[in-house]
């Protein structure tokens, strides 16, 4: 037989998700949705629940220089930061889909890795105390787009001012809003922002 041609036992490329986290082979897995995740997942589950996670809080944090703003003018959009908590959405993927899923979701979060991918325990919203463990985008304080030093008045102004590939950073914090509502979920400092920044633009939404 040819060389060219040979049969070998090479192994498989390894999926580059499988240096940030390690799963259980053949498990089903849950990923946490806290902003556009929730509204957007964008890819297939099994199932979902609203579900708590502790140690960390939602937070416009993270400049956007692409698809809420621009290298000129960054938007912001959500990470989750260190303290307090964060109720959201938790999706629950079978494990044959969980490559692919994941694949996808370093393909959409991690292009310029300003999270650190951690598998979290949540507590479920299913009438008891079910905690799972999940994997959810943790804000990387290291990286060159943290922005966790803004003050609410910083960030309203940067929200209000800033559009990006996907439209302006108003809708995507007024998405965020609305779907927590929705929900059942009063995030109180999410609303005291969206309330500023419809101040800024003149209620429109777009920046002035």
Known sequence: MPPDTMLTDAAPPVPVWSRDVTLVPGADLWVLGYGSLMWNPGFPF???ARAMLYGYHRRF????FRYRGTPERPGLV???DAGGCCRGIAFQVAADR???VMDYLWER????RAYRPRMLTLRLDEGGERRVSACAFVVDRQHGQYCGCLDDTAMAHRI???????????E?????VEHLERLGIHDRRLSKLLAAVRRLTGGSGIPA
């Open 46 to 48: 099994v199932t979902q």
């Open 61 to 64: 944090c993270i400049a956007s």
């Open 78 to 80: 959500l990470g989750l």
């Open 98 to 100: 969980v490559p692919a």
């Open 109 to 112: 979060e991690m292009f310029t």
């Open 160 to 170: 209000a001012e800033c559009v990006g590939e996907r439209g302006p950073n108003v």
């Open 172 to 176: 995507y914090l007024a998405n965020t």
